[in-house]
């Protein structure tokens, strides 16, 4: 028996992908309520926030480091030690009067820690688990990694509410909160240190025959592959813009949602952001996913597509409703919500297909990691200037604008090439 099938998957793929989410969504999606709850400007939140998408848009420059130097089980466990300390140091920053910027530059720290955990628990899953295994364990992978987006959406962000309410101070609230999640990082990395397995090739980087390979090699030809693609313009046109009224209006959500009526907001507590956005709209965002994924097995990736699309960006329309009609009834609020995040759930299926699809071929993985990059960036240029432009033209335009922008994503939509057989089974 080989050293890499020595341990039951389900003792570390569950716990390994729900550790994987969690740093990925603080940076990115808690932190801009908690910052909201601190005072800080939509225009400020929006921008240094998407600043933290960076090293998920770079990522791939360093990747060829964890397979060069120790080995992916090594990084991994290390990097969750590294993201425990910095989730205790966000939470030793908030009460400094320079809170924001010092609490910012940590998070910094957490978002590359987190990136670069990204390649090597991949990595590892490859080596961990052989390909029957990698097969069946793909969707135990993505259904932890989404109960990680809801617990720390949900739950967390309801015990934030609840302390600010208790004590008085968010700033103390949220710190509590990072101090629980930096003890649950020092507990994975425990557990992970414990039950990950040894894999026999977790030494060095190889080939499909077990030779060693020079990784910066494959590095190289990975890029150059990938930008010599066919319609390689339809390609990064599609992928850039497909999320570019979602990438604004994400980062403005919660401001919306809890800013005071008077300022045109919903006027929600954090505990019902928590249950209505964090809770109810996370768990219509997988449902979607999920039925979205069943129905490409069903049709096929082409034949969804245009219903996908439209699936994605016509929910936008909820926000223009919400900022204009302002109701107070958290049943209806949260109705909605659950509506818009259903249908970007059912469709964003489709682009992760979509990359699935333009990745395939000797260099897959490293494909995959430029698309995802890609995918990063286009997220984050367009959320660094949607908080300046909120402030400048109020909730109710800002949303009139954001359904605008997404006119690029159905012209590239009615471009791009698809095989009508892709994603059948």
Known sequence: ??????????????????????????????????????????????????????????????SPLVDMFGTKRGWTVALQLLMAGAFGAI????????????????MWLLAFASATHDI???????????QQQQAAFVGVRSTFYRLATLATNGPLVILAGYLTTSLGDAHQAWAIVLFVLAGLFFALCGWHQSVLPRPDTDHKAVDAAGNKVNPLRVFLGAFGSFFGKRDIWLILGFILTFRLGEAQLLKLVAPFLTDPVDKGGLGLSTTQYGAAYGTIGIIALTIGGLFGGYLISRLGLKRCLWLMVFAVHLPDLVFVYLSWAQPQNIGVISAFLAIEQFGYGFGFTAMLM????????????AHYAICTGL???????????SGKLQEMIGYQHFFVWVCVATIPAFIMAALVRIDPEFGKK
């Open 1 to 62: 028996m080989q050293t890499s099938q020595a341990k039951n998957p389900w003792l570390w793929v569950p716990s390994l992908y729900f550790g994987q989410a969690i740093p990925y969504v603080v940076a990115n999606s808690l932190s801009v309520i908690m910052y909201k709850k601190m005072g800080v400007s939509n225009a400020d939140i929006a921008f240094y926030t998407s600043l933290l998408y960076l090293p998920w848009v770079i990522k791939p420059l360093w």
């Open 91 to 106: 939470g030793a920053t908030l009460h400094l009067p320079a809170f924001f910027m010092v609490s910012l530059a940590v």
């Open 120 to 130: 090597s628990a991949d990595g590892f899953y490859m080596l961990g688990l052989r």
């Open 354 to 365: 979509y990359m699935i699809m333009v990745s395939d071929g000797p260099y897959k993985t």
């Open 375 to 385: 995918m990063a960036l286009g997220m984050m240029v367009p959320g660094m200037w």
